[in-house]
């Protein structure tokens, strides 16, 4: 009954930007944060970047100072603008999302479709 789901993923030339976003609707009561995850070709699952519904944001080393997440708690929406892109960063891209169905449940995971990115000259 909840829906994640992503958009904005495609190809891109090393040095080029790509925005993603990504919106949780259905029956969510409350989010806690939201992030995105990827997974590349024969690499294993990592965590990118994610941000609380207070504004408190985390990346990992690897998009420092490249990626920006970012959200609209209005609109249960969750970005990732990623510039300066790197071969490296060929992934699908999933959002993930930490929120309570109601005020009396605890806090569940939720998972999106993925996104692809593909980042190639």
């Known amino acids: 009954q909840v829906q994640v789901v992503e958009s904005g993923g495609g190809l891109v030339q090393p040095g080029g930007s790509l925005r993603l976003s990504c919106a949780a609707s259905?029956?969510?009561?409350?989010?806690?944060?939201m992030g995105w995850h990827r997974q590349g070709p024969g690499k294993q699952r990592e965590l990118v970047a994610t941000i609380t519904s207070g504004g408190r944001t985390n990346y990992a080393d690897s998009v420092k100072g490249r990626f920006t997440i970012s959200m609209d708690n209005a609109k249960n929406t969750v970005y990732l603008q990623m510039n300066s892109l790197k071969p490296e960063d060929t992934a699908v891209y999933y959002c993930?999302?930490?929120?309570?169905?109601?005020?009396?449940?605890?806090?569940?995971?939720?998972w999106g479709q993925g996104t692809q990115v593909t980042v190639s000259s």
């Open positions: 259905g029956s969510i009561f409350r989010i806690n944060a």
């Open positions: 993930t999302v930490d929120g309570v169905l109601s005020v009396s449940s605890h806090s569940q995971g939720y």
